[in-house]
T-cell receptor, first 110, second 115 residues
Framework: DAKTTQPPSMDCAEGRAANLPCNHS???????VYWYRQIHSQGPQYIIH???NNETNEMASLIITEDRKSSTLILPHATLRDTAVYYC???????????FGKGTRLSVIA | GAVVSQHPSWVICKSGTSVKIECRSL??????MFWYRQFPKQSLMLMAT?????????EQGVEKDKFLINHASLTLSTLTVTSAHPEDSSFYIC???????????FGQGTRLTVV
């Protein structure tokens, strides 16, 4: 079973920041927080991951609370092409499969 | 980043026939690959873990005799859906972790339609 809880859907205006929350209150010390997204009829696309510290890359920022029980993915300037299902996953590194929950369906609106 | 390529992207087959899906890691070696299935409006469900040079391990409820997995090299895993039926119609996705980083990479997915 997935170890994360996400809202089923969210809307965001084009050009605004999209903030996607995720609860992972049972996360273990060796587990990372991963974010992926899936655009319709495509394989999941890696966005970002982190362990304890906040992370930023060209796609997004990841904010992890100090107790690591929740996190927020931030898309700073959402575009219509960011419309997708976003999955928050906790998993150790190494050769273990990622377990997907239901994710959040983000709709970016013009 | 590392690339995982899946082929074909889509396939239509007649009921009772078998279909083979290939998953390749293009720029890294993958001792382990993972196969997922996704039905419409649902999330990805792990089917099996493919291990190079040894038998695959299947999740509960997945028929190993129906979904044959072969991982003959460090860059190729195949999933064969044997005696396909319409209820096997789904989106099949493979994944691998490169070992260089910690993230997993996914193939483009294969849309299987059994008629």
């Amino acid at each position: 079973d997935a170890k994360t809880t996400q809202p089923p859907s969210m809307d965001c205006a084009e050009g605004r920041a999209a903030n996607l929350p995720c609860n992972h209150s049972t996360i273990s010390g060796n587990e990372y927080v991963y974010w992926y997204r899936q655009i319709h009829s495509q394989g999941p696309q890696y966005i970002i991951h982190g362990l304890k510290n906040n992370e930023t890359n060209e796609m997004a920022s990841l904010i992890i609370t100090e107790d690591r029980k929740s996190s927020t993915l931030i898309l700073p300037h959402a575009t219509l092409r960011d419309t997708a299902v976003y999955y928050c996953i906790v998993s150790p590194s190494g050769n273990t499969p990622l377990v997907f929950g239901k994710g959040t369906r983000l709709s970016v609106i013009a | 980043g590392a690339v995982v390529s899946q082929h074909p992207s889509w396939v239509i087959c007649k009921s009772g026939t078998s279909v083979k899906i290939e998953c390749r890691s293009l720029d890294f070696q993958a001792t382990t690959m993972f196969w997922y299935r996704q039905f419409p409006k649902q999330s990805l469900m792990l089917m099996a873990t493919s291990n190079e040079g040894s038998k695959a391990t299947y999740e509960q409820g997945v028929e190993k005799d129906k979904f044959l997995i072969n991982h003959a090299s460090l860059t190729l895993s195949t999933l064969t859906v044997t005696s396909a039926h319409p209820e096997d119609s789904s989106f099949y996705i493979c994944s691998a972790r490169s070992g260089r980083g910690t993230e997993a990479f996914f193939g483009q997915g294969t849309r299987l339609t059994v008629v």
